[in-house]
Nanobody, 120 residues
Framework: QVQLVESGGELVQPGGSLRLSCVAS????????MYWYRQTPGKERDLVAS????????NYADSVKGRFTISRDNTKNTVYLQMNNLKPEDTGVYYC?????????????WGEGTPVTVSS
């Protein structure tokens, strides 16, 4: 079964850095583009970054360009998000997912996410 386990989030002061990890299992990880999303209370998940299957093409939301870096290690079935110069507006629960929807009981599957709070 597809499983996505995010980790690395915590409380950090503005200007600080964090490195998030997402360990994937249950599918051929290297065949899929992977994404990081961010969700705040009362809002939909917003796409933060993407990385193609080979790891040589990335895209970022305008709000994080120049500060965040997405990467992947296909030997470890893991996608990372390096976050530098964090701002309060980066606060949210961060999720990873793949380019296709995994449906379970009629809803898209998501991991538990990892919360990031940027506050002084």
């Amino acid at each position: 079964q597809v499983q996505l386990v995010e980790s690395g989030g915590e409380l950090v002061q503005p200007g600080g850095s964090l490195r998030l990890s997402c360990v994937a299992s249950g599918f051929d990880f290297e065949r899929y583009t992977m994404y990081w999303y961010r969700q705040t209370p009362g809002k939909e998940r917003d796409l933060v970054a993407s990385i193609n299957r080979d790891g040589d093409r990335t895209n970022y939301a305008d709000s994080v360009k120049g500060r965040f870096t997405i990467s992947r290690d296909n030997t470890k079935n893991t996608v990372y998000l390096q976050m530098n110069n964090l701002k309060p507006e980066d606060t949210g629960v961060y999720y990873c997912n793949l380019e296709i929807r995994i449906i379970r009981d009629g809803v898209q599957y998501w991991g538990e996410g990892t919360p990031v709070t940027v506050s002084s």
